[in-house]
């Protein structure tokens, strides 16, 4: 859970409402521009616990997902196993020890102003993870991805135990079908160009083989 004070659109960042038609497109083609040119280990890190209504945004996500059974994007953080404050620096050991280089997309719920609740926002960069509860965990992700689930201020605990849960499982559903689009155009973006040989390459080659 993070707090997000500035809302607006740059060329890095990009902020929509989850009940926008054209959020997955949309969104989808804007992250997949950030990403590296040469294929890595992409990671989903879906932050939160499912012990908190407003704080479930990341498991909720990791596991609708999970049920898309990505093929490119490897996912920690779900509701039957999530990524929280107590296990945070944990998973992050383990996620750097079991790939190389790994390019992560960082997804967490954040509170805003009331105008900005059910916004998904989108950038490059990493976010800091229970800013809102004031717990010092380490900062996280090349790219982010937070969803507005309530009003910042006071008494944040309390707020995300009050949150609509019907809100997060929608803003949830809309952030899975981005990444799964994502992880689908993987396939075709990612992949590193073709050399081309010229003819009298080749020939110096087969007398050279002979």
């Not at 609509?164 to 803003?171: A, E, G, K, W």
């Amino acid at each position: 859970m993070n707090i997000k004070k500035s809302m607006y659109k740059r060329n890095n960042k990009l902020q929509m409402y989850h009940s926008d038609q054209s959020l997955s497109t949309t969104m989808s083609d804007k992250i997949i521009s950030w990403f590296p040119r040469f294929p890595r280990d992409y990671v989903a890190v879906c932050i939160g616990t499912d012990r908190s209504t407003g704080d479930s945004l990341g498991p909720l996500v990791g596991t609708f997902f999970q049920e898309y059974k990505p093929k490119h994007i490897n996912i920690h953080g779900t509701l039957h196993n999530p990524v929280h404050a107590k296990n945070f620096k944990k998973h992050i050991q383990i996620i750097h020890k079991k790939y190389k280089n790994p390019f992560i997309i960082a997804i967490d719920a954040s509170l805003g102003r009331s105008k900005s609740v059910g916004l998904i926002i989108s950038g490059v960069g990493s976010i800091k993870p229970g800013a809102a509860l004031n717990k010092d965990l380490p900062s996280i992700g090349n790219i982010y991805i937070t969803g507005v689930v309530n009003i910042s201020g006071f008494m944040e605990y309390a707020i995300l135990q009050n949150t609509r849960l019907s809100v997060v499982v929608d803003m949830a559903k809309n952030i899975a079908k981005i990444l799964n689009i994502i992880d689908q155009q993987l396939t075709n973006v990612q992949t590193p160009p073709s050399i081309l040989v010229s003819n009298n390459y080749k020939q110096q080659f087969h007398q050279y083989q002979s």
